[in-house]
């Protein structure tokens, strides 16, 4: 029964990869939503961000419990996927510590790990530490899965949330320019937004970052297969003054063998009132937070800096994911 | 007050043993159960399996609270209690170290622990790694206690959910044979499982074990004393032709000082494909999980493979006794 | 938008600063609460005691989420907030490790994160592991907060569980003595307390303690410029004859770098059946929990033993902020 069922979702899921959200059935990848998807999901998390305390749609997924399974802590990320759920009167079963879940220290593979919870809960939310274990996890079980992070792999609702973030402060999603900043060579999630803004028409990208960090061929080549205008850049402040968007992110300590080079990257290119006063008035400023001090405390008043809206957009998304998931 | 409401809980305590579920006030040992009660949980378990998300029955403890409160990890049951209470709408306060939780680092002992923690919850759900924690924590409160494992003492809900998988799988609980396979030593699982099995007609046992975790003779001799018939048996597939119940386990590395004998041991008894050719048509393959390679994968999609069916069945058992020890 | 809204809340929290429950909106200090606020939230709290589940009331804050984030372990206090948000029908995002909270170790602001987890809950609970975290954070966000606790600052919902306990156990707020007894020089309980006791009116205390750890000059510097009686005793039995209320309080053995200085000090004023005869019988004995040995076990089923009944009482004075604070 199990195998004939599973074999069964396979075949749909292949089907379904970017053909709807009315079909979808996991979200394991950002590669699964074409445009009209993300914009079918963002309508949905409009509509999310509009859902008060105490209004029918507040229990919405009052009786489905989700099990939010993370093998490596991710506080932010797992209050993120439990405030979704909870906002809409769902219950939560939650491990932080799932890699010292007894049942794996003991030799217990994921694919049984996730067979189990499956018995307990209606949607899976899995953190792991191995690129592919989401896809594996996914295959494994006949419920919804969300990916909230797989290692170096993916972790969609990064993406999404980005996507939606650019989406609701400009307006469109078409027709703008976008400035990513800082580590742009390991950062996941601007190689991830990168990727997922090739969907969209008349984008153009201008990358900004120390010389060490530079964005990487595979995302230029992409670009440039696809059409898309793009140019490195160094001086901030001129860059600042041409887009509609500027993402800024934080350069990674841990990737530096030497102190002082650390120092000499993460200082090169700071978010301050001068880089806000070259910035067009009806822009925003991005970051995936956590912040250290590549963007200055004196901006966060300013209304174009949409980080901490961005963060609670993560909200809207992943209730967004929970309702077409489950189908409610 | 206290003192006096407690004598009289005790006094109770000590007259509803076995004497029916409508009075059980706390789910302790596996003895508590006699074969009436068990049979009447069962109803109430399949009960719950037809509970679904939004159904009025999935908020049947709405306002109730369940407090876990784990001297030691055991993430697997933790999440099976949390979702059984999350199931039928219950809210849920817990904590997986209660070792380390500061009072009892500081000394308190754990009577008062209970004391102050019945003040918050309708119910607790007690793992610890003492045995006897159990009984001495439901005698020092006035709500009801499930013991969820305490060290090597008692796991009651494990041994009922394994009774009513038995139940569901072959249809009976009387007339049938059942081969106890793996560590039949130290293992807890299969031992009380062949005390509960005592309270039924006409059950034959099979013990399939390597030398060096043979089932003792505790065990031997009360089924002796009760006229049940067993005998020990060395051939798997032999065994296998012969019996409704495959109840395989793990062989756990630590129990071996040395590596050679591990290996020896725990490949011995494996339940491959061919073992499932000897089994008959409608007989149930069972393993408590987690399952290393006792198991070979290949066996997961067989009809008779039985294991998550199991998992699953200890969430509808712990809601049924959430149920009735709530009195709801 | 951010800012200025940040800038007229702070505003207002000056205004409201003792200024009536209806417009109070966080609770950092103790001091925040004058008596008539007390008096309103005992009210409160009296009518969270009768709430059941299944009635109406216990769904009360349905489709609000609290956001328990504690940068240091707090088992006890958090499992109350979180019982406290539950019998609510509150839903419940938690993390016990905020200090290894990703986020933090990356360099984040407690700021920065406050920001974030507004963007989440509807109010947010921090314990921190230091002295005026509580302020900086309720003043980050615009939403509110209460202070589970700040190092060596405030933990007002314990000061206000005491007097409200006071004022359930022997029916009245002033015109009554108290005994304060024990470690009188580090307890911040006591220390809070006494100085929450000097707004009610012809109230004397008893410090009852080891020489190692008398009551500190700041307070009874204070409790004499307000004319409030006190006095150091020696004899507890004698003192226990005249109090209404005694409070007794661990002796922490890490205070003393001497094992033998400890074993005195700790030994000295036990709370026994001798104290207990001299004990007025519509007294009360309070305890902060936990408790070591300094209330012998005999003790606890004596109708005068208020300490569990204490422990809960912090239940009710938290549901009761909890309804105050989101105006529900």
Redesign the interface.
């Known amino acids: 029964?199990?195998?004939?069922r599973r074999v069964a979702r396979d075949a749909t899921r292949d089907a379904t990869y970017a053909s709807g959200l009315a079909t979808l059935e996991s979200c394991v990848e950002a590669e699964q939503f074409d445009r009209a998807m993300m914009e079918e999901l963002f309508d949905v998390a409009d509509a999310m961000e509009r859902v008060?305390?105490?209004?029918p749609e507040?229990?919405m997924?009052?009786?489905?419990?989700m099990?939010t399974l993370f093998y490596e802590?991710?506080?932010?990320t797992?209050?993120?996927f439990?405030?979704a759920m909870?906002?809409l009167?769902g219950?939560?079963?939650s491990?932080?510590?799932?890699g010292?879940?007894?049942?794996a220290a003991?030799?217990?593979?994921l694919?049984?790990?996730m067979?189990?919870?499956e018995?307990?809960?209606?949607i899976v939310v899995l953190r792991h530490f191995t690129a592919g274990s989401a896809r594996r996890a996914a295959n494994a079980i006949g419920k919804p899965l969300i990916n909230a992070g797989d290692g170096p792999g993916q972790h969609p609702t990064q993406a999404l949330l980005d996507v939606y973030t650019i989406r609701k402060e400009i307006g469109r999603l078409d027709d703008f320019k976008i400035a990513l900043v800082g580590d742009l060579a390991n950062g996941r999630t601007v190689r991830s937004l990168a990727s997922a803004l090739t969907q969209f028409n008349n984008v153009k990208f201008y990358f900004v970052a120390p010389d060490v960090v530079k964005m990487k061929d595979d995302i230029k080549d992409l670009l440039t297969s696809k059409g898309i205008e793009w140019e490195e850049a160094t001086d901030l402040a001129a860059v600042a003054a041409d887009v509609d968007v500027l993402y800024q992110t934080?350069i990674q300590k841990e990737r530096f063998a030497n102190p002082e080079d650390y120092a000499k990257a993460s200082g090169k290119y700071i978010v301050d009132r001068t880089i806000m006063d070259a910035l067009p008035k009806s822009s925003v400023v991005m970051h995936p937070?956590?912040?250290?001090d590549e963007i200055v405390?004196d901006v966060?008043?300013d209304?174009r800096?949409g980080y901490?809206?961005q963060?609670?957009n993560g909200?809207f998304i992943r209730m967004a994911l929970l309702k077409v998931l489950l189908r409610v």
């Open positions: 029964v199990g195998a004939s008060r305390p105490g209004a507040s229990t997924l009052q009786g489905y419990l099990s802590p991710s506080t932010r797992r209050l993120s439990e405030a909870g906002r009167g219950g939560i079963v491990t932080e510590s799932a010292e879940y007894s049942s003991k030799g217990e593979t694919e049984d790990t067979r189990t919870v018995g307990y809960a209606d934080r937070l956590p912040r250290v405390v966060d008043d209304p800096a901490f809206r963060a609670q909200l």
